[in-house]
């Protein structure tokens, strides 16, 4: 079957790849709480740009918000006379809270997910028992990306895929020649993300991730986390497709059902994020905390054996 999104973005990193004039700068902030990278990329003619990923400092223990990573980021937006199209998130992440809602509030731009977090928010609706008129067609977003739509940053030339399998609404938003992958892939040297959470799926996530396989070898490559590795001890974010081949879960000759067993065994091994409940609870919101109860004050729940 042949997959015209597909060729239209690798159409598109091919021509970044031959004009400098159609890359964007990206600069990134790392969260070493969650172990999360915001990027910001933007189009150097023009300083439109975008945000994606952005991380809202939260303290389980007190219940308290802090903007201190968002900060550094509306610094840098600030300092170099940037403007914000687009908040993109790559997926309603599950371990940290993004800060789309702030830096929204602060510097203007669409908050944007992929069409599948209606299927999230009903998953999540249901485990969360959210109240009656929370809404699961995901109209807290400005925007719903859908595969293979494109969209511009300045005079850049932009296209959202659609990348399943850690959640149903992984998206993979490639700007120019650089594509922000999310929890798809990690470093080659450290392996895939998990696809246990509610509405996960190990067999989705493999061909997702040969989709973007089949991208150009030199698609610069953005990460949504790293962890290091027992023999890399400096945090990396930014890899190419070319060397994504060799990554230590996916490379040539691991098969779809080899990737799934492996996949799945190793799920099993894992705690849940630190962060899981409250993330989940904002993040299906478009970053919004819960709706205030009748004092003024909004809680996060967690369901009692449950998850
Ligand atoms: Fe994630």
Redesign the pocket.
Known sequence: MSDTNLATASRQIEQAILNPDLRPIVQTFFDETTFTATHIAHDPATLKAVIIDSVLDYDAASGRTQNTSAQQVLNYIQENGLTVEWQLET?A???HLSAAVWLKEKLGGKIAIGENITHVQDVFGKIFNAEKNFSRDGSQFDKLFHDGETFSVGRLPAIALSVPG?TPADMVYIIGDAAFIG?TLFMPDYGT?RADFPGGDARQLYRSIQRLLSLPDKTRVFL?HDYKTADRHDFMWETTIGDERNNIHVHKGISEDQFVTMRTNRDKTLSLPHLIMPSVQVNMRAGHLPEPEENGVSYIKIPINRM
């Open positions: 997926h992440h599950a371990d850690h929890d993300a949504c």
